[in-house]
T-cell receptor, first 115, second 110 residues
Protein backbone atom coordinates (compact mmCIF):
# COMPACT_ATOMS: atom_id res chain seq x y z
CA UNK A 1 0.00 0.00 0.00
CA UNK A 2 0.93 3.66 -0.13
CA UNK A 3 0.85 4.15 3.63
CA UNK A 4 2.22 2.30 6.61
CA UNK A 5 -0.70 0.48 8.20
CA UNK A 6 -0.81 -0.45 11.86
CA UNK A 7 -3.36 -2.54 13.69
CA UNK A 8 -5.04 -2.39 16.05
CA UNK A 9 -5.45 1.32 16.67
CA UNK A 10 -6.02 0.77 20.38
CA UNK A 11 -5.18 -2.24 22.55
CA UNK A 12 -6.05 -2.68 26.22
CA UNK A 13 -4.45 -5.45 28.24
CA UNK A 14 -4.44 -6.46 31.86
CA UNK A 15 -1.04 -6.63 33.49
CA UNK A 16 0.55 -9.96 32.69
CA UNK A 17 -1.36 -10.51 29.46
CA UNK A 18 0.21 -10.74 26.01
CA UNK A 19 -0.02 -7.94 23.47
CA UNK A 20 0.61 -8.28 19.74
CA UNK A 21 0.84 -5.35 17.37
CA UNK A 22 0.99 -5.46 13.59
CA UNK A 23 2.54 -3.31 10.89
CA UNK A 24 2.30 -3.45 7.12
CA UNK A 25 5.06 -1.36 5.53
CA UNK A 26 4.66 0.62 2.34
CA UNK A 27 4.88 -1.71 -0.64
CA UNK A 28 8.43 -1.88 -1.92
CA UNK A 29 10.00 -0.73 1.33
CA UNK A 30 12.64 -3.14 2.61
CA UNK A 31 13.20 -1.63 6.04
CA UNK A 32 10.81 -1.61 8.98
CA UNK A 33 11.38 0.22 12.26
CA UNK A 34 9.54 0.05 15.58
CA UNK A 35 9.49 2.98 18.02
CA UNK A 36 7.86 3.41 21.40
CA UNK A 37 6.44 6.81 22.37
CA UNK A 38 5.84 7.17 26.06
CA UNK A 39 3.79 9.77 27.94
CA UNK A 40 6.31 12.61 27.79
CA UNK A 41 6.45 12.36 23.98
CA UNK A 42 9.82 10.68 24.10
CA UNK A 43 10.48 8.31 21.23
CA UNK A 44 12.55 5.26 21.86
CA UNK A 45 13.88 3.15 19.01
CA UNK A 46 13.19 -0.55 19.57
CA UNK A 47 14.21 -2.62 16.56
CA UNK A 48 14.58 -2.50 12.78
CA UNK A 49 14.37 -5.11 10.04
CA UNK A 50 15.77 -5.43 6.56
CA UNK A 51 13.15 -7.61 4.94
CA UNK A 52 12.81 -10.56 7.36
CA UNK A 53 16.21 -10.07 8.97
CA UNK A 54 16.88 -8.11 12.14
CA UNK A 55 18.91 -5.05 11.16
CA UNK A 56 19.37 -3.31 14.50
CA UNK A 57 17.93 -4.46 17.82
CA UNK A 58 19.91 -2.24 20.16
CA UNK A 59 16.78 -0.67 21.64
CA UNK A 60 14.85 -3.85 22.20
CA UNK A 61 14.28 -4.84 25.84
CA UNK A 62 15.96 -8.18 26.48
CA UNK A 63 12.96 -9.72 28.12
CA UNK A 64 9.30 -9.95 27.13
CA UNK A 65 9.64 -8.11 23.78
CA UNK A 66 10.01 -9.88 20.46
CA UNK A 67 9.42 -8.91 16.85
CA UNK A 68 9.22 -10.59 13.47
CA UNK A 69 8.91 -9.68 9.82
CA UNK A 70 8.00 -12.76 7.82
CA UNK A 71 7.57 -12.90 4.04
CA UNK A 72 4.03 -12.12 2.81
CA UNK A 73 2.83 -11.25 6.32
CA UNK A 74 2.57 -8.03 8.34
CA UNK A 75 5.45 -7.42 10.72
CA UNK A 76 4.61 -7.95 14.37
CA UNK A 77 5.76 -6.73 17.76
CA UNK A 78 4.83 -8.94 20.68
CA UNK A 79 5.02 -8.19 24.37
CA UNK A 80 4.72 -11.15 26.71
CA UNK A 81 3.45 -10.55 30.24
CA UNK A 82 2.78 -6.83 29.79
CA UNK A 83 3.63 -4.42 32.57
CA UNK A 84 2.14 -1.04 33.40
CA UNK A 85 5.23 0.75 32.05
CA UNK A 86 4.64 -0.82 28.61
CA UNK A 87 1.70 1.57 28.18
CA UNK A 88 2.71 3.75 25.23
CA UNK A 89 2.02 4.41 21.58
CA UNK A 90 4.00 2.06 19.35
CA UNK A 91 4.89 3.42 15.95
CA UNK A 92 6.06 1.48 12.96
CA UNK A 93 7.96 3.17 10.12
CA UNK A 94 9.27 1.93 6.81
CA UNK A 95 11.84 3.08 4.28
CA UNK A 96 13.09 1.91 0.91
CA UNK A 97 16.68 1.75 2.01
CA UNK A 98 19.12 3.27 4.43
CA UNK A 99 20.90 5.19 1.69
CA UNK A 100 20.77 8.78 0.56
CA UNK A 101 17.65 10.74 1.24
CA UNK A 102 15.41 7.75 1.88
CA UNK A 103 13.32 8.77 4.82
CA UNK A 104 11.18 6.83 7.21
CA UNK A 105 7.43 7.03 6.79
CA UNK A 106 5.45 6.48 9.95
CA UNK A 107 2.21 4.67 10.55
CA UNK A 108 -0.56 6.09 12.75
CA UNK A 109 0.55 4.08 15.78
CA UNK A 110 -1.03 1.57 18.14
CA UNK A 111 -1.94 2.87 21.58
CA UNK A 112 -1.32 0.14 24.16
CA UNK A 113 -2.88 0.62 27.57
CA UNK A 114 -1.91 -1.83 30.30
CA UNK A 115 -4.27 -1.82 33.28
CA UNK B 1 24.37 7.74 20.79
CA UNK B 2 22.62 10.88 19.80
CA UNK B 3 21.04 13.25 22.29
CA UNK B 4 18.57 15.70 20.85
CA UNK B 5 17.08 18.51 22.88
CA UNK B 6 14.22 20.89 22.17
CA UNK B 7 12.32 23.48 24.14
CA UNK B 8 8.96 22.18 25.30
CA UNK B 9 6.57 24.88 24.25
CA UNK B 10 6.11 27.79 21.85
CA UNK B 11 3.14 30.09 21.50
CA UNK B 12 2.69 32.51 18.58
CA UNK B 13 -0.09 34.54 17.01
CA UNK B 14 -1.57 33.60 13.67
CA UNK B 15 0.35 35.25 10.87
CA UNK B 16 3.58 35.56 12.87
CA UNK B 17 6.68 33.49 12.22
CA UNK B 18 7.51 30.55 14.48
CA UNK B 19 11.04 29.41 15.18
CA UNK B 20 11.56 26.02 16.79
CA UNK B 21 15.07 25.23 17.96
CA UNK B 22 16.92 21.97 18.46
CA UNK B 23 20.40 21.01 19.60
CA UNK B 24 22.04 17.65 19.02
CA UNK B 25 25.21 15.97 20.16
CA UNK B 26 26.17 13.50 17.45
CA UNK B 27 28.17 15.32 14.78
CA UNK B 28 28.14 12.20 12.60
CA UNK B 29 24.43 12.52 11.91
CA UNK B 30 24.10 12.58 8.15
CA UNK B 31 20.54 13.81 7.93
CA UNK B 32 18.45 15.89 10.27
CA UNK B 33 14.67 15.88 10.08
CA UNK B 34 11.66 17.78 11.25
CA UNK B 35 8.49 15.81 11.89
CA UNK B 36 5.04 17.10 12.85
CA UNK B 37 2.65 15.18 15.08
CA UNK B 38 -0.96 16.24 15.39
CA UNK B 39 -3.08 14.95 18.30
CA UNK B 40 -3.75 11.23 18.05
CA UNK B 41 -1.82 10.92 14.80
CA UNK B 42 1.50 9.55 13.65
CA UNK B 43 4.53 11.49 12.56
CA UNK B 44 4.42 13.47 9.35
CA UNK B 45 7.75 14.22 7.72
CA UNK B 46 7.96 17.97 7.08
CA UNK B 47 11.44 18.45 5.75
CA UNK B 48 15.02 17.29 6.13
CA UNK B 49 18.46 18.75 5.67
CA UNK B 50 21.70 17.05 4.78
CA UNK B 51 24.50 17.72 7.22
CA UNK B 52 26.68 19.55 4.68
CA UNK B 53 23.98 22.17 4.02
CA UNK B 54 23.43 25.39 5.96
CA UNK B 55 19.92 26.16 4.90
CA UNK B 56 16.97 24.64 3.12
CA UNK B 57 13.76 26.40 2.17
CA UNK B 58 10.53 24.62 1.30
CA UNK B 59 7.53 26.93 0.85
CA UNK B 60 6.73 28.33 4.33
CA UNK B 61 9.42 26.23 6.00
CA UNK B 62 13.06 27.24 6.41
CA UNK B 63 15.58 24.95 8.07
CA UNK B 64 18.84 26.40 9.32
CA UNK B 65 21.74 24.21 10.37
CA UNK B 66 24.74 25.43 12.34
CA UNK B 67 26.96 22.39 12.32
CA UNK B 68 29.65 24.00 14.44
CA UNK B 69 27.19 24.67 17.27
CA UNK B 70 25.12 21.54 16.49
CA UNK B 71 22.03 23.68 16.30
CA UNK B 72 19.08 23.15 14.03
CA UNK B 73 16.06 25.39 13.67
CA UNK B 74 12.74 25.28 11.85
CA UNK B 75 11.11 28.54 10.87
CA UNK B 76 7.47 28.53 9.84
CA UNK B 77 6.45 31.71 8.05
CA UNK B 78 2.89 33.06 8.30
CA UNK B 79 1.96 30.52 10.98
CA UNK B 80 -1.61 29.25 10.75
CA UNK B 81 -3.86 27.62 13.36
CA UNK B 82 -3.47 24.37 11.42
CA UNK B 83 0.23 24.46 12.26
CA UNK B 84 -0.59 23.80 15.93
CA UNK B 85 1.03 20.47 16.71
CA UNK B 86 4.11 18.93 18.30
CA UNK B 87 7.27 19.28 16.23
CA UNK B 88 10.08 16.77 16.57
CA UNK B 89 13.68 17.28 15.58
CA UNK B 90 15.44 14.05 14.68
CA UNK B 91 18.88 12.89 13.63
CA UNK B 92 19.71 9.79 11.64
CA UNK B 93 22.72 7.66 12.43
CA UNK B 94 24.60 5.33 10.12
CA UNK B 95 22.19 2.48 10.82
CA UNK B 96 19.22 4.65 9.82
CA UNK B 97 17.97 4.69 13.39
CA UNK B 98 16.27 7.96 14.23
CA UNK B 99 16.87 9.67 17.55
CA UNK B 100 14.22 12.19 18.51
CA UNK B 101 14.08 15.23 20.69
CA UNK B 102 11.27 15.47 23.21
CA UNK B 103 9.16 17.59 20.87
CA UNK B 104 8.11 21.24 20.93
CA UNK B 105 4.42 21.92 21.29
CA UNK B 106 3.47 24.83 19.04
CA UNK B 107 0.29 26.68 19.92
CA UNK B 108 -1.02 29.19 17.39
CA UNK B 109 -3.46 31.76 18.74
CA UNK B 110 -6.00 33.35 16.39
Amino acid sequence: GEEVAQTPKHLVRGEGQKAKLYCAPIKGHSYVFWYQQVLKNEFKFLISFQNENVFDETGMPKERFSAKCLPNSPCSLEIQATKLEDSAVYFCASSQSVEGTDTQYFGPGTRLTVL
Amino acid sequence: GEDVEQSLFLSVREGDSSVINCTYTDSSSTYLYWYKQEPGAGLQLLTYIFSNMDMKQDQRLTVLLNKKDKHLSLRIADTQTGDSAIYFCSGRNAGNMLTFGGGTRLMVKP
